[in-house]
């Protein structure tokens, strides 16, 4: 298995729902490589987290062979799922849709942190805070 | 089904403006450079879309177009040939129809490596044809598809243990042991050659197509497992890592017997010196 790269997309799907229609086919279909394999292992591993977007990395090899991996759904998704909301504040300034407690930033970042570029809990916990902060939640100290 | 493209290019706020995608009704989106490329039905209104996603980020650019209809669960199988070496023929299911089974290995493609789309399949293949004698036991470290585990047993192997280390090929590589109707000789094992190689052994012949610097490690786990005659098969080796390797072959007791180049790759069939 001497793996030479030959492509690389990035996709984001609900867990669980890939199919080889567009998008999915779209974009893995130029490659070569067999979509429906895909879409049955991207779904078999991803049922458990029905429904919630995430993003997923492909690796396309000179034979047409592949692998991917799986990424944490970004932190306002995870976000607006711990707290039930529909969508963040178009003026996060201003209109505040809620409050994030620290214990909610530190479940969540503990989930980010695999994907995130930080040494310690606390500083993932700030990055997610940032996010919270720019869909107009407040962090409550 | 009629679709249409939406590549949306994001300013300020790309997640909202992701977002907005998957609110609108997007199945899914794919992150193409910087640009967020989906494709959406005729039940989805592209003016509603459109508007969220500037809602969302109000300096995103969006584009739309209509898509050819292509059924993609067809479409990729154009991509896939099937190749011969000797008189061996590597073949998906949907090309094996009339072939000879006793010299076709078909394959599925799936996510293991070893579709026969590589060189390194064929160099292996190549070589197999020539130093493989009926009745051999074989190890084929780094299986991925199996397909020269199938092959070896089509060729006359009397018991071959596919060893594989990477989950994610273990199913598909049963699938098409099965298929070959090798079941009988060919087992697949998921683990670490150089752990599960002591246990199979003796063998008479082992094939590595795996990177040059992992062949390196493995000589002496091969040698050892090598019944007395005993023989390998190397490959994945670059052409540019040919001398390099050939010294290394010389140098831990192996001649090499024969050689097949493609394309960058070399392989070569070795016995111990």
């Known amino acids: ?141 | 089904m009629s679709w249409t493209t939406v590549r949306v290019r994001p300013s300020a706020d790309r997640e909202a403006a992701l977002a907005a995608l998957f609110a609108a009704g997007a199945l899914g989106v794919h992150e193409d450079g910087d640009a967020l490329v989906t494709q959406v039905d005729a039940s989805v209104d592209l003016e509603a879309l459109t508007a969220a996603v500037r809602a969302a980020d109000p300096g995103a650019a969006v584009e739309t177009a209509r898509l050819p209809d292509v059924d993609w669960t067809e479409a990729w199988k154009r991509g896939v040939r099937a190749h011969t070496v000797g008189a061996l023929t590597v073949a998906p299911p949907w090309l094996a129809g009339a072939a000879d089974p006793a010299r076709t290995i078909v394959i599925e493609p799936e996510m293991a490596f070893g579709t026969g789309e590589h060189a390194t399949t064929r160099g292996v293949l190549g070589l197999l044809q020539q130093v493989l004698r009926p009745g051999d036991r074989v190890a084929d470290l780094g299986a991925g598809s199996a397909v020269l585990s199938i092959a070896a047993a089509k060729l006359g192997a009397s018991r071959v243990a596919a060893i594989e280390l990477d989950p994610d090929a273990i199913g598909n590589a049963e699938a098409n042991v099965a298929a070959n109707g090798v079941g009988g000789p060919v087992r697949v094992i998921q683990g670490d050659a150089a752990l599960l190689l002591p246990l199979v052994a003796p063998v008479d012949l082992v094939l590595a197509n795996i990177l040059s610097s992992v062949i390196r490690e493995l000589l002496p786990a091969i040698a050892a497992a090598l019944a007395p005659g005993g023989r390998a098969i190397f490959s994945g080796i670059m052409t540019s890592e040919r001398d390099e390797m050939r010294a290394a072959l010389a140098g831990a007791g192996w001649r090499v017997t024969a050689e097949y180049e493609e394309e960058a790759w070399w392989s070569a069939a070795a016995v111990r010196a």
């Open chain 1, 1 to 141: 298995m001497a793996k030479k790269v030959t492509g690389f997309v990035k996709l984001q799907i609900p867990a669980g729902r890939a199919n080889p229609a567009p998008p999915v086919g779209t974009a893995l279909g130029p490659q070569g490589i067999n979509i429906m394999a895909f879409c049955k292992e991207f779904n078999s591993r991803t049922q458990s987290q029905d429904g919630i977007i995430l993003p997923v990395e492909i690796t396309i090899f000179a034979d047409k062979s592949f692998t991917f991996i799986l990424k944490t759904p970004p932190a306002a998704v995870l976000l607006k799922k711990e707290l039930g909301l529909e969508k963040g504040s178009g003026q996060p300034n201003r209109n505040k849709v809620g409050s994030v407690t620290r214990a909610q930033l530190r479940k969540i970042a503990e989930i980010k942190m695999p994907d995130l570029n930080c040494d310690s809990i606390e500083s993932a916990m700030s990055m997610v805070a940032g996010a919270a902060r720019s869909m107009g939640l407040e962090v409550a100290d």
